[in-house]
Nanobody
Framework: VQLVESGGGLAQPGGSLRLSCAAS????????MTWARQAPDTGLEWVAR????????RYTDSVKGRFTISRDNAKNMVYLQMDNLNFEDTALYYC??????????????WGRGTQVTVSS
């Protein structure tokens, strides 16, 4: 199993970034996926979850209305569109594979992360 994140970088407050996660080594369309993040000196926080077919999507409260998770099962990709970024969104963002087709919160594979920094 391999998960490779990309798309991170530097953004200004109010700006946008789109993260991508390329998955391989498993039947991508059979598993839920999650984006999580870890800010300096804080614990890991799940940000957005999507089930195997994109029918059920959930967001942590702090990103609702600003972030959008999506997936393309034909391309083995999951995305996180981040709009109206603020300083608190600065973190290392990870893509994670769930152990089930639904978002169970049990993960068995992680990417290495992509850094998002929001700064003026």
């Amino acid at each position: 199993v391999q998960l490779v994140e990309s798309g991170g970088g530097l953004a200004q407050p109010g700006g946008s970034l789109r993260l991508s996660c390329a998955a391989s080594g498993f039947i991508f369309g059979s598993y839920a996926m999650t984006w999580a993040r870890q800010a300096p000196d804080t614990g890991l926080e799940w940000v957005a979850r999507i089930d195997s077919i994109g029918a059920e999507i959930r967001y942590t409260d702090s990103v609702k209305g600003r972030f959008t998770i999506s997936r393309d099962n034909a391309k083995n990709m999951v995305y996180l569109q981040m709009d109206n970024l603020n300083f608190e969104d600065t973190a290392l963002y990870y893509c994670a594979k769930d152990s089930h087709f639904y978002s169970s919160g049990s993960y068995d594979a992680w990417g290495r992360g992509t850094q998002v920094t929001v700064s003026s």
